[in-house]
């Protein structure tokens, strides 16, 4: 019997990561220290269904190539472990370093519904001294008591100005809360914060405004992507925007930013659970987003953010193809023979007279409507409007997700799906009309878990 090499199973992405077995959800103490990315992220150890909540842990020198290490947070007598977040204590303002090694430092929810004695809902921590290897969990947990019944998923920064810790905090409803702290052990409230239609998993982060580093504004975000862009003073997060969205996908959730990226790269870095994706008789079940940078820039609907796939990508390209300035109608397929699993497209289109454009990807429509300005991939539409008659589209191709970015992120749509297996040809296409291939780049790619 020839035995399968490890994530090569039918439906196993080779890009975005996956557990090695077993259900994974929400990504959870994203941190980056001494030249490595961590993600922990919501774990069963012993099931293909959700359940036994373990912090899992994985990292990577570059978001894309994944090792899996052994589980570093597992349930106690507080509970289970559910989401949260992690930081470098580089100050140790909380006094846990013991060597020469900054100590890191991360907070959970311990799941109190889940305890072998049933009890309510309250945030931990633990630290490691050894780079994320080992985990030891503070003595006199819990560090933030019950405030509401489900109350979850402290994301915790470091705010300069006011040289404190903040934790942004889901209690109930659409309702979160802001908690400061010197020392991440002892917290006091410092204002509410309502988003509406929003729950879980919330993240708080500053971004500059097109690049400006004199001028920056506040992102509030929830775990269904709808935020706020506004102001935040250390206290009081104050709203300047409605809700707004730039994921428009089926399956992308709990998306989380990492902490602690050098000012000499200085990007904000993202990456979301695909919640609701299928992948029958695999060993595991679930898997994260590709990871994005986001960006704040000014649009003539006001300072808006955008999602666009980490430029890393390209350490797994491979044969490209590529085209300039070509005819695109309904009768010629310029990627006819091109047949594979994994891509990275990356097109600008003028959109001519066309109806519509868009491509076919192992028989699944990335179509977008000219006369309504619509983007639809796999049942999701969302609005995009050309710029100067054009569309540019980034389409990440994996064996069970497609990710579309739409004009330089300015849309993302994450979904999964079951490919049809017989099926792996592509297709670009324009329809009711003539439209213009202003540049074509296919770029095929290899397995990240074989590069």
Same mark, same amino acid.
């Given at each position: 019997?020839?035995?399968?090499?490890?994530?090569?199973?039918?439906?196993?992405?080779?890009?975005?990561?996956?557990?090695?077995?077993?259900?994974?959800?929400?990504?959870?103490?994203?941190?980056?220290?001494?030249?490595?990315?961590?993600?922990?992220?919501?774990?069963?150890?012993?099931?293909?269904?959700?359940?036994?909540?373990?912090?899992?842990?994985?990292?990577?020198?570059?978001?894309?190539?994944?090792?899996?290490?052994?589980?570093?947070?597992?349930?106690?007598?507080?509970?289970?472990?559910?989401?949260?977040?992690?930081?470098?204590?580089?100050?140790?303002?909380?006094?846990?370093?013991?060597?020469?090694?900054?100590?890191?430092?991360?907070?959970?929810?311990?799941?109190?519904?889940?305890?072998?004695?049933?009890?309510?809902?309250?945030?931990?921590?633990?630290?490691?001294?050894?780079?994320?290897?080992?985990?030891?969990?503070?003595?006199?947990?819990?560090?933030?008591?019950?405030?509401?019944?489900?109350?979850?998923?402290?994301?915790?920064?470091?705010?300069?100005?006011?040289?404190?810790?903040?934790?942004?905090?889901?209690?109930?409803?659409?309702?979160?809360?802001?908690?400061?702290?010197?020392?991440?052990?002892?917290?006091?409230?410092?204002?509410?914060?309502?988003?509406?239609?929003?729950? *879980?998993?919330? $993240?708080?982060?500053?971004?500059?405004?097109? !690049? %400006?580093?004199?001028?920056?504004?506040?992102?509030?975000? &929830?775990?269904?992507?709808?935020?706020?862009?506004?102001?935040?003073?250390?206290?009081?997060?104050?709203?300047?925007?409605?809700?707004?969205?730039?994921?428009?996908?089926?399956?992308?959730?709990?998306?989380?930013?990492?902490?602690?990226?050098?000012?000499?790269?200085?990007?904000?870095?993202?990456?979301?659970?695909?919640?609701?994706?299928?992948?029958?008789?695999?060993?595991?079940?679930?898997?994260?987003?590709?990871?994005?940078?986001?960006?704040?820039?000014?649009?003539?609907?006001?300072?808006?953010?955008?999602?666009?796939?980490?430029?890393?990508?390209?350490?797994?390209?491979?044969?490209?193809?590529?085209?300039?300035?070509?005819?695109?109608?309904?009768?010629?397929?310029?990627?006819?023979?091109?047949?594979? *699993?994994?891509? $990275?497209?990356?097109?600008?289109?003028?959109? !001519? %007279?066309?109806?519509?454009?868009?491509?076919?990807?192992? &028989?699944?429509?990335?179509?977008?409507?000219?006369?309504?300005?619509?983007?639809?991939?796999?049942?999701?539409?969302?609005?995009?409007?050309?710029?100067?008659?054009?569309?540019?589209?980034?389409?990440?191709?994996?064996?069970?997700?497609?990710?579309?970015?739409?004009?330089?992120?300015?849309?993302?749509?994450?979904?999964?799906?079951?490919?049809?297996?017989?099926?792996?040809?592509?297709?670009?296409?324009?329809?009711?009309?003539?439209?213009?291939?202003?540049?074509?780049?296919?770029?095929?790619?290899?397995?990240?878990?074989?590069?």
């Amino acid at each position: 019997m020839i035995k399968k090499r490890p994530y090569q199973e039918t439906y196993r992405p080779q890009f975005h990561f996956t557990a090695k077995k077993n259900w994974l959800n929400d990504p959870n103490g994203l941190i980056y220290y001494n030249g490595e990315y961590h993600m922990f992220f919501q774990h069963n150890p012993s099931g293909i269904d959700w359940g036994n909540m373990t912090w899992g842990h994985a990292v990577s020198p570059d978001m894309v190539h994944w090792e899996q290490l052994p589980h570093a947070i597992e349930p106690d007598e507080l509970g289970t472990i559910f989401s949260g977040s992690g930081v470098v204590d580089w100050d140790n303002t909380s006094g846990f370093q013991a060597g020469e090694e900054s100590v890191l430092v991360v907070f959970y929810t311990s799941a109190g519904e889940f305890a072998p004695k049933e009890t309510v809902y309250t945030q931990s921590i633990a630290y490691s001294n050894d780079s994320g290897r080992t985990w030891t969990k503070y003595e006199n947990n819990p560090v933030l008591s019950n405030l509401a019944k489900g109350n979850r998923d402290p994301k915790v920064i470091w705010h300069n100005p006011t040289k404190k810790w903040v934790m942004a905090l889901y209690l109930e409803n659409n309702d979160f809360a802001l908690f400061g702290s010197s020392d991440l052990k002892s917290w006091t409230k410092l204002s509410d914060v309502h988003l509406p239609d929003s729950s *879980e998993c919330p $993240d708080l982060f500053e971004l500059p405004v097109d !690049g %400006n580093l004199d001028h920056t504004k506040w992102v509030f975000w &929830g775990a269904n992507g709808r935020h706020f862009i506004g102001t935040f003073d250390g206290e009081h997060f104050t709203a300047e925007s409605d809700v707004l969205r730039t994921e428009h996908g089926a399956n992308c959730y709990a998306a989380q930013t990492w902490s602690d990226i050098p000012s000499s790269d200085n990007r904000r870095l993202q990456i979301a659970w695909m919640s609701g994706g299928k992948y029958p008789d695999m060993p595991f079940n679930q898997q994260m987003a590709f990871p994005c940078e986001l960006t704040l820039r000014t649009t003539a609907d006001g300072i808006r953010m955008f999602r666009k796939p980490v430029r890393e990508i390209e350490t797994i390209h491979e044969r490209r193809h590529t085209w300039n300035d070509e005819r695109l109608t309904s009768v010629t397929n310029l990627l006819d023979g091109i047949e594979g *699993e994994l891509f $990275d497209i990356r097109a600008e289109i003028e959109l !001519g %007279n066309a109806r519509a454009v868009g491509f076919t990807v192992q &028989g699944e429509d990335i179509h977008f409507d000219i006369d309504t300005q619509t983007l639809t991939c796999l049942e999701k539409s969302a609005l995009l409007q050309p710029i100067d008659g054009r569309i540019e589209l980034q389409i990440l191709i994996d064996r069970s997700s497609i990710e579309v970015f739409g004009n330089d992120g300015r849309l993302s749509m994450s979904s999964c799906f079951l490919p049809d297996m017989t099926n792996k040809s592509l297709r670009i296409f324009a329809s009711g009309g003539e439209a213009r291939i202003i540049s074509l780049d296919v770029f095929e790619l290899q397995s990240a878990w074989s590069a």
